[in-house]
């Protein structure tokens, strides 16, 4: 499939998938006119590159954890780094879990002073 196949599909923009080949997220083969051509499986990656990005992780942590993947090699600082990354994401869900209580609190405020109901 050609880039702008891959982010119809994907939704990210054909800017982004350059990005990411740049950061060798992505591979691509190239056409006899220098067209980036993926394979079927590309859309899934792109998926899990979003997620990743998404979940606060930086290009060079993607870039490992994809290398292991595809390459099955594993390495102590792999796991580390990993490790590493998992525990951030925790905390940040504590800390938007804690958010929402509050957030549904103020809500709760606000629509008992809007019905006139005394809390």
Do not use: F, N, W
């Amino acid at each position: 499939m050609k880039i702008g196949e891959l982010s119809r599909v994907t939704g990210v923009s054909v800017r982004s998938l350059r990005y990411y080949e740049e950061q060798r997220l992505l591979a691509a083969d190239r056409t006899a006119t220098g067209q980036r051509v993926y394979t079927a499986d590309a859309p899934d990656r792109v998926r899990l590159i979003q997620c990743l990005y998404s979940a606060g992780l930086p290009s060079s942590s993607i870039a490992l954890l994809l290398r292991c993947e595809s390459t099955g090699h594993v390495s102590a600082g792999m796991i580390d780094e990993v490790r590493g990354q998992r525990e951030r994401i925790a905390r940040r869900l504590e800390q938007l879990t804690e958010a929402a209580a509050r957030l549904d609190a103020l809500v709760d405020t606000m629509t008992s002073a809007a019905d006139g109901t005394p809390r």
